[in-house]
């Protein structure tokens, strides 16, 4: 057998496979009933990339700080609401001892004062303990009303996580934001 052989027995088997499984999908379903229910999936597949998501930054380490991450006035908070982790027993970056990271987040786009680059914050409520009442900060630039919620910080972000008690919120850096899409 010559590969040209092959490969036309290799493509006659896939027809057979192929043909196979339509006519079953044909005959277990209706056509109005298979395109709606790939329209729901071609919908629904839109609509995933704008769920809000927890995304851990990975290249927030060479970004050159300056100021106190226990003030309100610290670059990462421009968009910030809640008490400051850094103040509780964590870090601007880690959840305190015994409290854990919302799944979900809302963002903000601050300025670095450093290098003048404009950063994407994740700002993660941490859950499982009571209120820590200690640095508590509320700066709204960028802040939209509840009707766009992933970009609010008024809303309790403890809803993905086991406890819905907030204790405090992260400001973690996802990276740079694009000048070309910025501006």
Known sequence: MNKRDLI????ASVD???TGASRRLAGRTSRRSFVGKLGA??????????LPVYRQAAAAADI???????????????????SLCSCCGGSQTQCPAGSETASV???????????GKNYLISYNDCCG?????????????GDRPVYFPSKSNSILWCFGSQSHAYHCTLALVIGEVDSTVAG
């Open 16 to 18: 057979r496979v192929a």
């Open 105 to 115: 987040a809302w963002v903000g786009t601050c300025q670095n004062p450093t290098d």
């Open 41 to 50: 999936v071609l919908v629904g597949m839109g609509a995933f990339p704008v």
């Open 64 to 82: 050159p700080e300056l100021g106190d991450p226990q003030s309100c006035d610290y670059w990462r908070y421009c968009a910030f609401s809640g």
């Open 8 to 11: 036309n027995d290799l493509l």
């Open 129 to 141: 303990k009571s209120y820590c009442n200690r640095c508590s900060c509320h700066r709204s630039e």
